[in-house]
């Protein structure tokens, strides 16, 4: 079987979807005899030889195919945070489509609509990953009857209810939650390692968020209860530049001195990070349009690192956990509910640890490969 994964164009970058993509391109490697990833490319790196390490960058484990088309000039990279416009978006997407229709594959799989749209004009079989709500741009439903239009791939039940209100066959889609690559967490590291490894207190309590820095993902909640809690540190890791000067800016301002905005961290480093933390929190407002659809990415590493969660109780997050069996939840936007549970953690080491080891248990059924093996069936299935 061949697969070619044509992505949005914006590998590498520090965006969390083209993380998800790399690490799903990584599962369907290791699954299909024959697999491509596609994005954009420049010239002059090609002609001077320059490859730029996307294994160490996504924090692959296995390598395989990527091929970037070189529709630009020169260009440098990570692509900064709004690199894309809509030429730019149709260009690639449109070269993409005809380069893997000259390689004759058995799917096209994409998280790009332009994409989606040419590989299907071009005969070819597609199978669509979204994760947002219709638009008026979607798919038209004439669209959905196609043979070789496959089907959508979602995170959420909700998602898929208005994709199938919106005309798609209830056959044509199937629900896959995010995933983690379990072999970036090896070896386990002990809290206490991790720690000296990074120069961090023994003795002070560690809370740790990961992922962008936007309001909705609830940092200003972050703030809020570090107010609150001024004898534990809170890290936060990630963040486009901007963003990370915007955080250190407020914390600043606000004396939060035991709010640390480490920035981005490298693939390779965020498991010590993690480690190292005695409380992971998930603090994603509820007040967003995107909130009761919402997947993180870095809920499913928190689960790999057998450290205690904190999350929002969100409606697509407590499908992934449940209060007091995998993790504790708390009120949304809501900076006491959040200190309360993590209080709880920190003063009941026997319930902390087995928090998380049922969470560690359960990510067992959201790896990456897991998910990337249900989605081919599915994909037979339609052949």
Request: charged share 20%; proline share 5%; net charge positive.
């Amino acid at each position: 079987m061949k697969i070619i994964y044509i992505s949005e164009g914006n590998l590498p970058s520090q965006e969390a979807n083209s993380i998800q993509v790399a690490k799903m391109a990584q599962a369907f490697a290791q699954k299909v005899e024959d697999f491509e990833l596609i994005t954009l490319g420049d010239l002059w790196s090609l002609v001077q030889n320059n490859k730029f390490d996307f294994q160490n960058w996504y924090g692959l484990t296995k390598e395989y195919k990527i091929t970037q088309l070189p529709l630009l000039c020169r260009n440098s990279y990570p692509f900064p945070r709004k690199y894309r416009n809509k030429f730019r978006s149709q260009h690639f997407s449109r070269w993409a489509a005809f380069y893997a229709a000259m390689k004759s594959p058995d799917l096209i799989y994409t998280r790009s609509k332009q994409a989606a749209k040419n590989a299907l004009s071009l005969g070819l079989n597609v199978l669509y990953e979204w994760h947002l709500p219709v638009k008026d741009d979607f798919f038209p439903k004439q669209t959905f009857t196609k043979r070789n239009f496959l089907g959508i791939v979602t995170i959420s039940q909700q998602l898929a209810s208005e994709y199938v209100t919106a005309g798609l066959p209830l056959e044509k889609v199937i629900v896959e939650h995010d995933g983690v690559d379990l072999t970036h967490f090896l070896p386990y590291q002990l809290k206490e390692e991790a720690r000296q490894k990074l120069q961090l207190s023994l003795s002070i309590p560690i809370v740790v968020y990961a992922g962008h820095l936007y309001d909705f993902k609830g940092i200003p909640t972050i703030y809020q209860v570090a107010r609150l809690m001024p004898n534990c540190l809170f890290l936060l890791l990630g963040g486009w530049q901007h963003d990370i000067e915007q955080a250190r800016k407020v914390c600043q301002r606000g004396r939060l001195f035991n709010v640390k905005i480490i920035g981005h961290v490298p693939q390779t480093q965020l498991p010590t990070y993690l480690y190292a933390s005695d409380v992971l929190i998930l603090p994603n407002s509820g007040k967003h349009v995107w909130s009761m659809t919402t997947s993180p990415l870095k809920l499913f590493e928190y689960m790999a690192t057998h450290r205690p969660i904190v999350a929002s109780a969100l409606p697509n997050i407590t499908t992934v956990l449940q209060h007091k069996k995998n993790a504790l939840l708390a009120e949304p936007d809501c900076p006491q509910s959040f200190k309360q549970a993590i209080e709880e953690l920190l003063t009941n080491p026997q319930m902390s640890k087995s928090l998380a080891q049922q969470a560690f248990q359960d990510v067992q059924y959201y790896t990456w490969e897991q998910r990337a093996e249900r989605i081919l069936q599915f994909f037979t299935k339609k052949l």
